[in-house]
Nanobody, 124 residues
Framework: QVQLVESGGGLVQAGGSLRLSCAAS????????MGWFRQAPGKEREFVAH????????VYADSVKGRFTISRDNAKNTAFLQMNSLRPEDTAVYYC?????????????????WGQGTQVTVSS
């Protein structure tokens, strides 16, 4: 079992930055890869970024590449999503989740143990 708690969301103007955190407890944090997803009202949950258990490998959605950075601190059991140059279309609830390691990392179906989400709102 893994418990995940996201934080760091809020309201920011376009062009601004936010840093999301995902605090994990339960199973050994360094034993699994992590992902960030987002979901806007009326839309499906969308892949944002993925990081391997060691932090040595990352994957990004094209829509955030060059603006967002995923990272993790295994000593603090926390994953992060640094979001720069935010746009109104980045507005969504952001979730972190544990990768089960059974398929394509961009699909929400291969993840388990989702957090409750944190709202990010970008004003124009």
């Amino acid at each position: 079992q893994v418990q995940l708690v996201e934080s760091g969301g809020g309201l920011v103007q376009a062009g601004g930055s936010l840093r999301l955190s995902c605090a994990a407890s339960g199973r050994t944090f360094s034993s699994y890869a992590m992902g960030w997803f987002r979901q806007a009202p009326g839309k499906e949950r969308e892949f944002v970024a993925h990081i391997s258990w060691s932090g040595g490998s990352t994957v990004y959605a094209d829509s955030v590449k060059g603006r967002f950075t995923i990272s993790r601190d295994n000593a603090k059991n926390t994953a992060f999503l640094q979001m720069n140059s935010l746009r109104p279309e980045d507005t969504a609830v952001y979730y972190c989740a544990v990768d089960r390691g059974v398929g394509v990392v961009t699909s929400p179906r291969v993840y388990e143990y989702w957090g409750q989400g944190t709202q990010v709102t970008v004003s124009s």
